[in-house]
């Protein structure tokens, strides 16, 4: 019976653990400036909450992204829908830049401010900017570049699985 309630109690541990860990958050800092001295989401499918501050205009944060070619390349772009944040007009969003492996790039398109609830952070956002598509082999490189202060959460991958980040 002891064996019994320890193994139950076990997997209780680690059920809760693994959903915690899903949608993991990641805070990037003031010096991850360009996409190789900032965070490595070893798998771009799991879902990553990339979140960072700015304080004054043209501030850059920027990560990197592994993907397999066939991979969705899933992205998005969010602000808490708080104050200041929700009053601010598209023209103060930051840019969101994705640069594929082959060097194609593209900016995110602020096309909407849908409200969304996150029920594990008991939070409202607002998309901003979302996009879904196949992804190419290789690292992908994002960059963040800020056009008023503000809080923003750049959102990739749509796994809820425990993902792998490194750091230089």
């Known amino acids: 019976m002891r064996k019994f309630v320890g193994l139950l109690l076990l997997s209780a541990f680690l059920f809760n653990g693994a959903a915690a ?9 003031a010096s991850d400036r360009t996409p190789e001295s ?7 499918t799991v879902s990553f909450a990339l ?6 205009t043209r501030q850059i944060r920027a990560f990197r992204a592994g993907l397999k070619a066939g991979d969705t390349l899933a992205l998005q772009l969010l602000i808490y829908d708080e104050n200041p944040e ?3 007009t598209k023209k103060q969003f930051p840019l ?17 401010r849908t409200p969304f609830y996150e ?3 008991k939070r409202n956002y607002l998309y901003l900017g979302r996009t879904s598509q196949v992804a190419e082999e290789g690292i992908y490189a994002f960059e963040i570049t800020s056009r008023a ?4 959460i750049v959102a990739v ?5 425990p993902g792998e980040v490194e750091r230089s």
């Open 157 to 161: 991958g749509e796994r809820e699985v």
């Open 86 to 88: 929700k009053k601010l």
């Open 51 to 56: 979140n960072m501050t700015f304080t004054k």
């Open 38 to 44: 900032g965070p490595l989401l070893v798998d771009g």
């Open 21 to 29: 860990s899903a949608h993991q958050p990641v805070a990037l800092k």
């Open 149 to 152: 202060p503000g809080r923003f």
């Open 96 to 112: 969101l830049k994705v640069t594929a492996p082959s060097g194609q790039s593209f900016t995110l398109p602020i096309t909407e």
């Open 119 to 121: 029920p594990w952070g």
